[in-house]
């Protein structure tokens, strides 16, 4: 810890940047993840013999301890915080929350080892659901709470959800700005980014405890239902059960998940808008939503089918609703599983596969490239068509009835091209490493998209525990990089290598 902030001390001097408004907001966001330990440790000593009471305390105490420090001996100051160290603030947060999340893991011992500790930290703070554990239903209650807190948090943003805690709204809205996106925004052109902010948290909560509620008057207990409900409203797909939502064997569970997943995978503002402020037409209107769900129901229409001519189902009812739940689970990165999709036709696969993509909308907690993006660079793929074949006649971008600029469409080709490049390199490692093309490949994907499951060795009912260690280590990059939509990470890497 000592030799990170000396590290970062000297990163700052090299940028002319406020080292320690920095520190001091990391501190914030261990206090957070420190709370949250603290819930889980109390959930811990209210379950009879839950041997994960002390590793939580002690992870709570020790994160307490260094959260609290920079905020009794370093003042962030007056000045305004800046791009620079608002940027610097989210990708270091990102990772020494994902650092000390491990603490609890590791000091539990059983299955994690100090890789794995890490690994399992950073794929539920980043909500891809890639676990390595074998047996999830051996893991102690409070254990098991944290895990899939640690889903939740992460799935509103680190960064995001402790900025609603500063008073001064300079330091909010830049916060929160270099955390959620700008394609995120776009539809709300003028509006403040801390009021943003605010509406996403808003609907997160409210989503949350409508799933909980729901899920609990289907069958599900408590905490079953509170797990579930926060795994799938922040798209992580940690599950209690080993068999994940295929142990419960409830259909109206299942559609319970389904609905709060594609929910959870739309713009949030828009959902706000239109069920909070009363505009009910404004999610309906919007282009990203209508293609997202068109293609949803494309892919599910096309599974059911295929899952019809190739396997053996009793009737189309029952193909209808694996397909889909698992179209849903992936095309919002969510990964829960019914159904073991490594056994379904080629055909099925390759589209399941598809879906892990592109996924849901920006502003909400599903990763992936996003829908939103894919339009800007398709629109504006055709309109560089058009204006080459009728140069007196320039069109512009349109998408949701907003014009976009020239910068904004570069913005989206560029980022879908670092996507797929990240993509693309990350599968040779694994390939490289050891593992089959199908798993590499779709390793890689599931990793970069924050999705979790993919194929081969890495299927919808397998984990990661078997793959090499050197490639859990790319794992985490990877999903570090999807998380944080690659570019705060390239910021830092660009400043600190170009800086003069």
């Known amino acids: 810890m000592i ?13 002319n940047m406020n080292a320690k408004i920095v520190v001091y907001y990391i501190g914030v966001s261990l206090l957070l993840v420190a709370a949250l330990m603290g819930v889980s440790a109390v959930i811990a000593w209210c379950t009879p013999g839950d041997p994960s009471r002390l590793p939580l305390l002690f992870s709570a105490f020790v994160t307490l301890v260094t959260g609290g420090f ?23 947060s ?10 609890p893991y590791l000091l539990y011992g059983q299955e994690f080892n100090l890789l794995d500790a890490l690994f399992e930290s950073v794929s539920g703070f980043t909500t891809t659901g890639a676990s390595i554990l074998d047996d999830v239903e051996a893991l102690p209650r409070g254990l098991q709470f944290w895990r899939i807190s640690t889903a939740w948090v992460g799935g509103v943003g680190i960064v995001t959800l402790f900025s609603m805690l500063i008073t001064r709204v300079g330091d909010r ?7 959620i996106s700008d394609v995120a925004r776009s539809p709300f052109t003028g509006e403040r980014i801390s009021l943003f902010a605010n509406r996403l948290l808003v609907v997160y909560v409210s989503l949350t405890v409508l799933t909980l509620l729901a899920l609990k008057a289907v069958g599900l207990g408590w905490f079953d239902a509170a797990a579930h409900a926060m795994s799938a409203c922040s798209t992580c797909g940690f599950s209690t059960r080993n068999a994940s939502i295929a142990s419960f064997e409830n259909p109206a569970a299942e559609i319970v998940l389904t609905v709060a997943m594609l929910c959870s995978a739309i713009n949030f503002g828009l959902i706000f808008m239109s ?16 293609v997202f769900l068109a293609l949803v129901a494309l892919f599910i229409v096309a599974i059911t089918v295929d899952l019809l ?38 055909l099925s696969m390759a589209l399941l596969w598809l879906c892990s993509w592109v996924c849901g909308c920006s502003g909400s907690t599903s990763g992936g490239i996003k829908i ?40 989206a080709c560029v980022y879908i091209f670092c996507y797929l490049l990240i993509a693309a390199l990350f599968t040779v490692i694994n390939v490289a490493g050891g593992l089959d093309f199908i798993t590499g490949l779709t390793a890689s994907v599931a990793c970069i998209g924050n999705v979790g499951p993919g194929f081969g060795d890495v299927g919808s009912m397998a984990n990661y525990a078997d793959i090499p260690e050197l490639l859990k280590v790319s794992g985490i990059v990877e999903m570090l990089l999807g998380r944080l939509e690659i570019f705060p990470v390239l910021y830092i890497i660009g400043a600190r290598f170009l800086a003069k």
């Open 94 to 103: 990102w990772l020494a929350v994902c650092v000390f999340g491990m603490l």
């Open 70 to 92: 920079p905020l009794l001996f370093v003042r962030r100051g007056s000045g305004r915080l800046r791009f620079r160290e608002g940027n610097s603030v989210v990708v270091f």
């Open 173 to 179: 809205s830049a916060l929160s700005g270099a955390e």
């Open 275 to 290: 069920f909070v402020r009363g505009s009910r037409q404004r999610v309906w209107r919007s282009e990203t939503v209508r």
């Open 3 to 15: 030799w990170a902030a000396i590290s970062l001390f000297r990163f700052s001097i090299l940028l």
């Open 372 to 411: 939103d993006r894919l339009l800007l660079g398709m629109k504006g793929i055709r309109a560089r068509i058009r204006n080459a074949v009728d140069p007196g006649l320039m069109r512009s971008v349109r998408v949701d009835g907003i014009v976009r600029t020239p910068e904004q469409v570069g913005d």
């Open 309 to 346: 001519i190739s396997l053996d189902y009793d009737s189309p009812w029952l193909a209808l609703r694996d397909a889909s739940f698992q179209v849903a689970s992936l095309s919002t990165t969510t990964g829960f599983a019914t159904r073991d999709t490594v056994l379904w036709p080629p």
